[in-house]
């Protein structure tokens, strides 16, 4: 058994199904267990079950398109993270069957992307969203997070302030512009996450710096 970060320990083996209706498939390269739910169900089961900030996170197991497994699906894994205040993280393969997908409560403070913004109001009007994830959407309205949310790499545009300053950095401008479309969004990601004036104008400098000194934002 392998995973994107390679194998995972010798004699791992499954371990059947537990008490909360999971099954344990061993372990991560980290040691982490391994959970796989039949439905949507189990999984917001265990959610509500294991709220955030109490759990530390979670390997969930997606059986892959195809493979005629009964399982959680990935866009399930997201909608029930939101619901319920997590967010989900890297995905790893682990076999011809399967991939793992990681999720963890969302870390106090942490910034929204519009992409989850849209979803929350979408499950929200749909009566799923559950108090974890309302009481994240309360705490980012209330500290401008919420209104601060940034546009994901599909729908990203340079922002004016940064275009302005390429503009005044010819050096500046012709690094980035020579950038491929991913690389171009990392460049300019911290300026569409600065929350105010302050933040956008060092994160501005900051950009402008990295692309005339050829250095990327990684």
């Given at each position: 058994?392998?995973?994107a ?10 371990e ?10 061993g ?19 265990w ?11 979670l390997?969930?197991?997606v ?18 993270a939101?619901?319920?205040?997590w967010?989900t ?9 399967y991939?793992l997908q990681?999720?963890?409560p969302?870390r106090?403070?942490?910034?929204w ?13 749909a ?25 994901s790499?599909?729908n ?12 005044r950095?010819?050096r500046?401008k012709?690094?980035?512009?020579a ?12 300026v ?6 302050q933040s ?6 900051a950009a402008?710096?990295r ?8």
């Open positions: 058994m392998t995973t970060e390679g194998p995972t320990s010798e004699g791992t083996t499954a059947g199904p537990t008490p909360d209706g999971t099954t344990r498939e372990t991560t390269p980290e040691g982490e267990e391994a959970h796989a739910f039949p439905d949507a169900g189990h999984l917001d089961a959610l509500t079950a294991h709220p955030a900030p109490r759990s530390g996170g390997w969930v197991k059986a892959k398109k195809g493979s005629g497994i009964r399982s959680v699906s990935a866009g399930d894994v997201n909608d029930l939101l619901c319920h205040g967010i993280g890297h995905r790893r393969r682990l076999d011809e069957a991939f990681r999720i963890t969302r106090p403070g942490g910034d992307s519009m992409v989850n913004v849209r979803r929350v109001g979408e499950l929200t009007a009566g799923r969203m559950r108090p974890g994830g309302l009481a994240e959407v309360a705490a980012a309205r209330a500290d401008g997070r919420w209104e601060a949310a940034y546009e790499q599909k990203a545009v340079v922002p004016e302030d940064l275009a302005a300053a390429l503009e950095n010819p500046a012709a690094a980035f512009d950038l491929g479309r991913t690389d171009q969004y990392l460049a300019m990601l911290g569409l996450r600065a929350r105010t004036p956008l104008a060092a994160q501005v400098a402008v710096a692309l005339e000194e050829g250095r990327m934002a990684r």
